[in-house]
């Protein structure tokens, strides 16, 4: 077997989403930096870096999301490994791709380490991308509109007690379509895992929808016993 040495990095696709409860409706956001060095310096990419000798690979891309945007995710998994020869210029690359979720009003990106800028981008307004980013973050997007379906893990993205027009919202900004409404309460409704907390979201033009929280314990009791979230 003939050997080569190659760098060992990590970089994350973390995603966020804005409650329309704070009256935006920004759609899916995704965390970007701005390279503050060769290669592709100025240059917008996907956050990230080398792991170091005594890390292991959760505990680097959670140290380079702190280190570049001041971010910490509150869902993070490993996504895929890109390895192809040339995705970087210096040498042999290979990186572990993360995919994260987070809120984005808590965590306004602050740059730091080798990023000169970090920003929430639109997914549908996105800069030209650095390296083969572009795309790791379309494999990204795939898997987490296909992990959404079968997972509840859009409810970090949501505030501790939401409508379920913003849950709906949520998920069409995932899933790139609009969803009926009838069905999709009759969906979410037969899983069981909404809370409703007998208050109401006030402040709006319209009568008052109710406050929902989800029942994450119950969720998790529930997991154990090979139960499937199905949306």
Excluded: C
Aim: net charge positive.
């Amino acid at each position: 077997m003939i050997g080569g040495s190659y760098r060992v990095a990590v970089d994350a696709v973390v995603f966020g989403a804005r409650p329309i409860s704070l009256g935006e409706r920004r759609g899916l956001e995704v965390l970007l930096v701005q390279r503050g060095v060769a290669p592709f310096k100025a240059e917008w990419a996907l956050p990230g870096g080398l792991v170091l000798p005594h890390e292991n690979l959760e505990t680097a891309v959670r140290r380079e999301l702190r280190e570049e945007a001041g971010i910490e995710p509150s869902w993070l998994e490993q996504l895929y490994t890109f390895g192809e020869p040339g995705r970087d210029p210096r040498e042999r690359a290979v990186t572990i791709a993360w995919l994260g979720l987070v809120r984005p009003d808590h965590y306004p990106p602050k740059a730091d380490t080798d990023a000169a800028d970090a920003r929430w981008w639109p997914i549908s307004a996105l800069p030209p991308l650095a390296f083969d980013h572009a795309h790791i973050l379309a494999v990204a997007r795939e898997r987490l509109e296909g992990k959404v379906r079968y997972r509840p893990i859009g409810f970090d993205l949501l505030p501790a007690e939401f409508t379920l027009s913003e849950l709906q919202f949520l998920y069409e900004t995932i899933l790139q379509r609009g969803l009926d409404k009838r069905n999709f309460r009759r969906k979410i409704g037969k899983t069981g895992l909404l809370l409703d907390t007998g208050r109401k979201r006030t402040g709006g033009a319209h009568r008052a929808p109710a406050l929902y929280r989800f029942e994450r314990d119950r969720y998790q009791a529930l997991e154990q016993q090979g139960y499937l979230f199905e949306i």
